[in-house]
């Protein structure tokens, strides 16, 4: 079984910045074995596959909007995933998830077994 935790969310200016972090135990297996990545949910909207990354690091990045803004990054030592936002923008306004599973990354939300409960995100003014 593995928990995954997030936190950092909070309201923001636009153009400001957030760090998002999920911080994930396990029992029976490795942690190191999990691809991490993260999703966000707008009201309304379906579950979007934001940006991912494996055990070695190798990072995907799902949103064309994002790409030059959010950064994945991991620390195995700590078995935490983070997720650095800037030039936050309205739009990115969402409950921000991290998922876990084997494998590789994927956009996919069903794809993944494990989920963190959700940190808000909200950009206003």
């Known amino acids: 079984q593995v928990q995954l935790v997030e936190s950092g969310g909070g309201l923001v200016q636009p153009g400001g910045s957030l760090t998002l972090s999920c911080t994930a135990s396990?029992?029976?297996?490795?942690?190191?074995?999990?691809?991490i990545a993260w999703f966000r949910q707008a009201p309304g909207k379906e579950r979007e596959g934001i940006s991912c990354i494996t055990v070695r690091g190798f990072t995907a990045v799902f949103v064309d909007s994002v790409k030059a803004r959010f950064t994945i990054s991991r620390d195995n030592a700590k078995n935490t995933v983070y997720l650095k936002m800037s030039s936050l923008e309205p739009e990115d306004t969402a409950l921000y998830y991290c998922a876990a599973r084997r494998g590789v990354c994927n956009a996919y939300a069903p794809r993944y077994d494990y989920w963190g409960q959700g940190t808000q995100v909200s950009v206003s003014s």
């Open positions: 396990a029992s029976g297996f490795s942690l190191d074995e999990l691809v």
